[in-house]
């Protein structure tokens, strides 16, 4: 307590998925992270994470519609720092196009205007384990998974957040304010979510293990259990079947 600590938000929108990308900001002990809710005003804070969406379209719409737009351009102008993982990445892009109707009808529609690319919506989902480093300084590892249906195109990504085995990713704005990316897991690793804190304007104090905190989790979960529950019992209630 007393510690200065990162102030990092990110918006509750009606489609969101992935959010445990999130979990390493909310138990960071140097981290303020907050959800923002419908109708709620986005706080001042030094940091905005556009997490993945299940419907891209539909969630701007929202975000639009509850004043993130605006919100997010006055962050910017007073110098605070904007991620985009995944859905998030493809709303910061100048247009989204649906010609498949994968998300409703067949169009486009304006994104964010951010960086320059766009993304167009196919059939076929991208689904693949990534390994790979971050475009930040001592370019620290970084690993986690890929799952999404668009295609992104444009001169922005000539610029990439990541490196992910032979191919760069992503995209870092020339300004190094905003950075997007569709890995999944960007904060897992300890080195990757140290660096992002302190691109955000923040350098930690002390030394946060994601993973481990997750481990932990899951062991005092399965203490918990095996302390209040006879297991034995609930086996005979719950018998092996085989076909």
């Known amino acids: 307590k007393g510690k200065t600590r990162l102030k990092v938000i990110a918006p509750a929108y009606p489609r969101i998925s992935s959010h445990t990308d999130l979990d390493p900001l909310r138990f960071h002990p140097e981290v303020d992270f907050s959800f923002v809710g ?36 006055h962050h910017l102008r007073y110098g605070g720092k904007l991620i985009g993982i995944c859905g998030g990445l493809q709303m910061l892009g100048k247009q989204l196009h649906d010609p498949h109707c994968i998300e409703g009808k067949p169009g486009s529609a304006p994104g964010l205007g951010l960086l ?24 620290p590892v970084i690993t986690g998974y890929r799952i999404h249906m668009g295609v992104t195109d444009g001169p922005a990504l000539g610029r990439p957040a990541t490196q992910l085995g032979n191919a760069a990713e992503g995209a870092l704005s020339a300004d190094g304010q905003i950075l997007a990316t569709y890995c999944h897991g960007l904060f897992d690793s300890a080195p990757a979510l140290a660096a992002l804190l302190e691109w ?9 293990d994601p993973t481990a905190r997750r481990e932990n989790d899951i062991n005092r979960l399965a203490d918990a259990v095996e302390a209040n529950l006879n297991l034995e019992l609930l086996a005979q209630w719950l018998p092996l079947t085989r076909n």
Not at 42 to 50: A, W
Not at 51 to 59: F, R
Not at 119 to 129: A, R, V
């Open 116 to 139: 320059d690319y766009e993304t167009t919506l196919e059939g076929e989902k991208t689904l693949e384990n990534v390994s790979g480093t971050l475009a930040l300084a001592d370019c």
């Open 38 to 73: 419908p109708h709620d005003t986005p706080p001042p804070c030094d940091l905005i994470v556009l997490p993945g969406s299940k419907a891209v379209q539909a969630d701007l719409d929202w975000l639009r519609e509850m004043g993130w737009e605006s919100a997010i351009a």
């Open 200 to 208: 955000a304007g923040h350098r930690p104090t002390e030394r946060f």
